[in-house]
């Protein structure tokens, strides 16, 4: 098994040094946007160590397995930051942190790599196994279903709206039951989840992992236990930041939480899509869309019931609708197994338009 090279060394190197240095502003109260910032970065840096060393683990199982873990794994930050968020109170950069995520992936960084592996497909058209992302929109419109039937019954102030608490742990309890009927079976098969191709071509260029297991476990574990830090520094830092960035929560949380904290899907994704593995690169992207609309949210939900703050299906109606339309661009683009540059660049100008109405939220 070869060891680290020198790129990976300088890379875990300076996310550490990155780690500490935001631990050093938190406690030496620096000035609150280059806090911020440090947090920002470090927690990006985080993301990628956690994604290397579940792609080293995943060559021991298999790419279906790789892109489960990497999607997984890789939604740490959200998770920490979500729950230190409404634990200090700040119940609307939890929820936009949530449905950012979403929002991120299934339009920006999936459109993103549409557009690169249309444009390295010989006749400019992305082609991937159709199970993966009729699976996601089916979980994602689920999801939906559930908060579109809270936000109905809010607007219309009917005797339900008095018991949305118990609305959305019944809700999180059945998305919860659904995604773990669904993900076992993925599991178990990775051909039926569709990444055929991605196994073949992940044989060819693959040996092995390179890194022993203990050296794997044990980046995971301080990765973890770091994304946890640097979450609750990045949410001591995110509202003075926003006042003197003059910028809403909502943005913070749709934007740039979502984006630090996808980080490992962005990158994993375009290079897939750039070496060809189209089906590897939907597959990292589409099960952290899975992951978070019928995973993460409604555990966040439960387990806000202990912490300051109680987070519930209820949205503000424009993320409702922006949510509905986001389940339906994913099944009309990727629900055939195939798109087009111009279906990519769709999807990003989507995602575009809806963070620059956060802006004036």
């Not at 830092?237 to 749709?254: E, K, M, R, T, Y």
Request: hydrophobic share 60%.
């Amino acid at each position: 098994m070869s060891a680290l090279t020198p790129t990976e060394r300088l890379l875990l190197a300076g996310v550490a040094a990155l780690g500490v240095l935001a631990g050093v502003a938190n406690y030496g109260e620096w000035a609150a946007v280059p806090r911020f910032a440090i947090a920002t970065f470090a927690l990006a840096g985080l993301a990628w160590v956690v994604s290397f060393a579940t792609g080293q683990l995943g060559e021991r199982f298999g790419p279906g397995v790789t892109g489960m873990l990497q999607s997984t794994l890789g939604n740490l930050p959200e998770l920490f930051v979500v729950v230190f968020a409404l634990q200090k109170g700040e119940l609307v950069v939890a929820q936009t942190a949530i449905i950012g995520s979403i929002f991120a992936n299934a339009l920006l960084v999936l459109g993103l790599v549409i557009v690169v592996g249309a444009r390295r497909a010989p006749d400019g058209i992305m082609r991937f196994s159709k199970r993966l992302p009729r699976d996601t929109a089916t979980l994602l419109q689920v999801t939906v279903f559930i908060i579109v039937l809270v936000g109905l019954s809010l607007s219309s102030q009917d005797r339900a709206s008095h018991h949305v608490e118990t609305i959305s742990v019944v809700g999180a309890i059945c998305l919860l039951v659904v995604y773990m009927t669904w993900v076992i079976p993925y599991l178990r098969d990775d051909r039926a989840a569709g990444a055929p191709d991605a196994e073949a071509v992940a044989g060819a260029e693959s040996a092995g992992p390179r890194l022993t297991l203990s050296f794997t476990l044990t980046l995971l574990a301080v990765a973890g236990v770091g994304s946890a830090f640097v979450s609750d520094w990045f949410v001591n830092a995110l509202q003075p930041a926003i006042v003197q960035l003059n910028i809403s929560q909502a943005f913070a949380g749709l934007v740039i939480v979502a984006i630090a904290g996808n980080a490992v899907e962005n990158v994993a994704g375009l290079v897939l899509a750039w070496k060809g593995r189209s089906d590897l690169a939907i597959s990292v992207v589409k099960n952290s869309v899975a992951q978070i609309a019928a995973f993460l949210f409604p555990l966040l939900v439960l387990i806000s019931f202990a912490l300051a703050t109680t987070l519930t299906f209820s949205l503000a109606p424009v993320y409702i609708g922006a949510l509905a339309l986001t389940a339906l661009a994913l099944w009309q683009v990727t629900g055939d197994g195939e798109a087009a540059e111009f279906e990519g660049w769709a999807l990003v100008a989507l995602y575009v338009i809806l963070a620059t109405l956060t802006l004036y939220e």
